[in-house]
């Protein structure tokens, strides 16, 4: 008898035997019960089954081993929605791998019993190892995506409902400000309220974006006549306000008229200035530049470079970057500034990479001069 049929003539016996085991092997604090372990038992192990009988050649074999196969969608589907049962119980990942890891000890151990041996059983074990490893990776995908999901949208509704208060805070500092009463004190005290209030502003819309976008939302921009070269001018004025030892030059060539959203674009320019005062050295250059279609801006700083194995997420969010040579030394991919960058630079067409020698770390922001509108 093959693997997959002896799998189908015992399946009662092979679920009995699963849901014991599980049940023995997952974490005593989320202990499943009998019930939730038989409820997709049946449906994986039929869909194992079919799996194991479909033709197969060493190429395709291969190809599977480095989960590159192609799979019957049904059977994927299985593995997922067993996946999301799991999710609705509030079951983790790690009890998902315990009830895999009991199916497949559970199917090995009885066949083993009537294991008619050579060659073919051995060719139905790898089979049977193959089926049981993709459905587990479909499943554990699953599972994960649906939990950053769920954080994602709870970080998305804190974001948006802490705005509120945030606003009131804001708009009562305005307010006591212009008491003429107030004492020198208290003056400097309600200024801090309304600094720190601000910047926390700044976080939470940045909390927003990145939710959005890991959402599956585009960023949305609003599309108006600007001038890059003010837009520079203008945000290299608001951070030498707030880093008045900055040195920063603007320099601009070419046509720089065309249509973005200002907010956005100068949200850029500002994020790559502070960070080329936080985490650079010297002067700063801040270069825009023309041409028939595209608009090219870059900020360039001396300093310590970028260490090289961090290139390739400097990008990413929440991410924090180390060098060997100077521990305290991190990278402005440590929050969501750079993330943030990259959302708009691609929310209006373009791109953003980055370049870092012992001579300059230059960012650089290339975008078409009228970007398709948002969809």
């Not at 038992?41 to 479909?54: E, H, Q, S, Y």
């Not at 990942?93 to 559970?106: G, Q, T, Y």
């Not at 310590?304 to 991190?330: C, E, G, M, N, Y």
């Amino acid at each position: 008898m093959t693997l997959s049929d002896f799998i189908e003539a015992n399946l009662d016996r092979l679920i009995d035997d699963w849901a014991m085991y599980a049940g023995q092997i997952s974490d005593s604090e989320t202990r499943l019960t009998e019930t939730e372990l038989r409820d997709s038992a049946g449906d994986l192990l039929r869909g194992i089954a079919a799996d194991m009988r479909r033709s197969q050649d060493s190429g395709q074999q291969e190809a599977k081993s480095h989960n590159g196969g192609v799979q019957e969608a049904s059977f994927n589907d299985i593995a997922r929605q067993h996946a999301n049962d799991r999710l609705g119980h509030g079951f983790g990942i790690n009890d998902v791998i315990a009830e895999f890891r009991a199916l497949r000890a559970s199917v090995l151990r009885r066949w083993e019993h009537t294991l008619p041996g050579g060659a073919a059983s051995f060719q139905e074990m790898i089979r049977f190892n193959e089926a049981i490893d993709q459905a587990l990776a479909q499943s554990v995908r699953r599972h994960a995506q649906g939990t950053e999901r769920t954080r994602d949208l709870f970080a998305g509704v804190l974001a948006h409902d802490l705005r509120s208060p945030l606003g009131a805070i804001i708009n009562s500092a305005e307010v006591i400000l212009r008491d003429e009463g107030l004492s020198a004190r208290g003056l400097r005290s309600v200024a801090n309220v309304r600094g720190s209030a601000a910047r926390m502003k700044r976080m939470i819309d940045d909390l927003l974006v990145f939710t959005r976008t890991r959402l599956g939302n585009p960023l949305p921009v609003e599309l108006t006549s600007q001038d890059i070269g003010r837009i520079c001018s203008d945000a290299a004025e608001e951070v030498r306000a707030a880093y008045p030892d900055a040195q920063i030059d603007v320099r601009v060539a070419g046509e720089l008229k065309g249509q973005w959203d200002g907010i956005r674009i100068a949200e850029i320019v500002v994020n790559l200035l502070v960070n080329a005062v936080q985490y650079g050295a010297g002067p700063i250059c801040v270069q825009a530049s023309g041409d028939d279609g595209h608009v090219t801006l870059a900020v360039s700083n001396e300093g310590k470079p970028i260490p090289r194995h961090a290139l390739p997420t400097l990008f990413d969010p929440l991410t924090r970057v180390t060098s060997s040579s100077a521990p305290r030394w991190t990278a402005a991919g440590m929050g969501l500034g750079l993330y943030i960058c990259r959302c708009i630079a691609h929310a209006h067409g373009g791109t953003i990479s980055v370049d870092s020698t012992d001579a300059a770390t230059t960012f650089t922001v290339r975008m078409p001069r009228y970007p398709s509108p948002p969809a």
